[in-house]
């Protein structure tokens, strides 16, 4: 089902009438709705891949990073792995309708609070199509439509995904107007999506620091500020040299263009001879640059001399920037400075040292040897996650199915009257 001609007021609207349908579903039928996408994601791979392959083709010759290109990329595994997300999301428990909350007051009245879904979800994000099926896959089954805003460097796959999805739903019988985009309208179809006040109940940007900045200052449209990830992993005294190498090396290169990958490594002075020289050469072995300060370089060859802006830096790239700390607490007063509060670890066997970190770090997830790839919502078990959010209201750190939902009150009573 491919959208017809529209302006972008028209789509937003469209995707509020379908809001108050989609509101409705059972369980069942919104489980049946996204098995049949992921049913038609897989039989569209070709086509998607093609579509992928155009968008790569033309941010190579615009200059796309190595590191948006990787965040565009998809190939059979990758969609394959799309419609596995999807039939996640499918088998996950049912967000709306939860009773949080009852109590009768005394006049008889009796009072539930519940789940409800917001109605209309929307996303403004960069050369990322996964985050055009999470996202939608997520809306749905919460009980929201979708309006997505998915950046130039992915349009054609992007137009794909969603024409495919739409498509499903028709298919499926139910509104595919619940799943809407304004890529066609550039810049403009983002400045009216963040203006769409009373058509777009809520609005996640996903990308660089400065798109999510420029979403937060200029939206009208309420925000769920999802963080850039100048992300921390201290290693303390007690760091055993196996788990430090491990947990960095994996941290920083199993995908570095992530948000959850590593970018900045703390070691405390009393270990730094014992694990800076063995942790920069397996960085190096694979790959990585290390931007070190001058203990850094001093322990360890072919180092890059750190500047001030690596500590504030998300290098989304095979770099890292490592300096050598006195103690735990100037570890801790170096991410308060520089710390986007997205993901923070710290490697330790000393139960103190772990469990002050564990209560001190402000980030949306705190860690105690573990790597920092593990902030996802999939790894969350959430299927799949509508974004890291780093602020502190309504929902912090992965967002799942449940932070799509808000609540209302339902009063019964028997012919009360308050006196």
């Given at each position: 089902?491919t959208?017809?001609?529209a302006?972008?007021h028209?789509?937003?609207s469209?995707?509020k009438?379908?809001?108050?349908?989609?509101?409705?579903l059972?369980d069942?039928?919104?489980?049946e709705l996204l098995?049949?996408i992921?049913?038609?994601?897989?039989a569209?791979?070709?086509d998607?891949v093609a579509a992928?392959?155009?968008?790569l083709?033309r941010?190579?010759?615009?200059?796309?990073?190595?590191a948006?290109q990787d965040?565009l990329?998809?190939?059979?595994?990758?969609v394959a792995a799309l419609a596995?997300?999807?039939r996640e999301?499918?088998?996950?428990?049912?967000?709306?309708?939860r009773?949080?909350?009852e109590?009768?007051?005394?006049?008889?009245v009796?009072?539930?609070?519940?789940?409800?879904p917001?109605?209309?979800?929307?996303?403004?994000?960069?050369?990322?199509p996964?985050?055009?099926?999470?996202?939608?896959?997520?809306a749905?089954r919460?009980?929201?439509?979708?309006?997505l805003?998915g950046?130039t460097?992915?349009l054609h796959t992007?137009?794909a995904l969603?024409?495919?999805?739409?498509?499903a739903l028709?298919?499926?019988?139910?509104?595919?107007e619940?799943?809407?985009?304004?890529?066609d309208f550039?810049?403009e179809?983002?400045?009216e999506?963040?203006?769409?006040?009373?058509l777009?109940?809520?609005?996640?940007?996903r990308?660089?620091?400065?798109?999510i900045?420029?979403?937060?200052?200029?939206?009208?449209?309420?925000v769920i500020e999802?963080g850039?990830g100048v992300v921390h992993?201290v290693?303390?005294?007690s760091?055993?040299?196996d788990w430090?190498?491990?947990i960095v090396?994996?941290?920083?290169v199993q995908?570095?263009?992530?948000c959850?990958?590593v970018?900045?490594?703390l070691?405390?002075?009393?270990a730094?001879?014992?694990?800076?020289?063995?942790?920069?050469?397996?960085l190096?072995d694979a790959g990585?640059?290390v931007?070190?300060d001058?203990q850094?370089?001093?322990?360890?060859?072919?180092?890059?001399?750190?500047?001030?802006?690596?500590w504030?830096?998300e290098h989304?790239?095979?770099?890292l920037?490592?300096r050598?700390v006195?103690?735990?607490d100037?570890?801790l007063a170096h991410?308060?400075?520089?710390s986007t509060?997205?993901t923070?670890s710290?490697i330790?066997t000393d139960?103190?040292s772990a469990?002050?970190?564990?209560a001190e770090?402000?980030?949306?997830?705190?860690m105690a040897?573990?790597?920092t790839?593990?902030?996802?919502?999939?790894?969350?078990?959430f299927g799949?996650?509508v974004?890291?959010?780093t602020q502190?209201?309504?929902?912090r750190?992965?967002?799942g199915?449940?932070?799509?939902?808000?609540?209302?009150?339902?009063a019964?009573g028997?012919g009360?009257?308050r006196?």
């Amino acid at each position: 089902m491919t959208q017809a001609p529209a302006t972008a007021h028209e789509r937003m609207s469209r995707a509020k009438d379908a809001a108050r349908s989609v509101g409705l579903l059972d369980d069942a039928r919104k489980r049946e709705l996204l098995l049949a996408i992921a049913d038609a994601i897989v039989a569209a791979a070709a086509d998607v891949v093609a579509a992928n392959d155009e968008d790569l083709s033309r941010g190579r010759e615009q200059g796309l990073s190595e590191a948006l290109q990787d965040r565009l990329r998809l190939d059979e595994v990758r969609v394959a792995a799309l419609a596995q997300a999807v039939r996640e999301i499918a088998a996950l428990p049912d967000p709306v309708g939860r009773v949080l909350d009852e109590r009768t007051l005394p006049s008889g009245v009796r009072l539930q609070k519940v789940s409800v879904p917001f109605g209309v979800v929307g996303a403004i994000y960069e050369a990322r199509p996964n985050v055009t099926v999470d996202i939608t896959a997520l809306a749905l089954r919460s009980g929201n439509a979708v309006v997505l805003r998915g950046g130039t460097a992915a349009l054609h796959t992007n137009r794909a995904l969603v024409d495919v999805m739409r498509a499903a739903l028709e298919s499926a019988g139910a509104d595919g107007e619940a799943v809407q985009t304004v890529d066609d309208f550039g810049r403009e179809g983002a400045r009216e999506l963040m203006q769409a006040r009373g058509l777009i109940d809520v609005l996640v940007p996903r990308g660089s620091a400065q798109l999510i900045e420029t979403v937060v200052t200029e939206s009208s449209v309420p925000v769920i500020e999802t963080g850039a990830g100048v992300v921390h992993i201290v290693l303390d005294a007690s760091a055993p040299l196996d788990w430090a190498r491990d947990i960095v090396v994996n941290a920083k290169v199993q995908r570095p263009s992530v948000c959850n990958a590593v970018e900045t490594v703390l070691v405390h002075r009393d270990a730094a001879s014992r694990l800076v020289g063995p942790v920069v050469g397996a960085l190096q072995d694979a790959g990585v640059t290390v931007h070190g300060d001058e203990q850094v370089a001093s322990l360890a060859a072919h180092v890059v001399a750190a500047t001030e802006e690596d500590w504030s830096l998300e290098h989304l790239s095979l770099d890292l920037s490592m300096r050598v700390v006195d103690d735990l607490d100037e570890a801790l007063a170096h991410i308060r400075r520089y710390s986007t509060h997205h993901t923070e670890s710290i490697i330790t066997t000393d139960d103190a040292s772990a469990e002050r970190f564990l209560a001190e770090v402000d980030s949306a997830v705190v860690m105690a040897n573990a790597s920092t790839r593990f902030t996802d919502g999939g790894e969350f078990g959430f299927g799949a996650e509508v974004g890291i959010s780093t602020q502190k209201l309504h929902a912090r750190g992965p967002m799942g199915l449940a932070e799509l939902t808000s609540t209302k009150w339902l009063a019964r009573g028997t012919g009360q009257v308050r006196g």
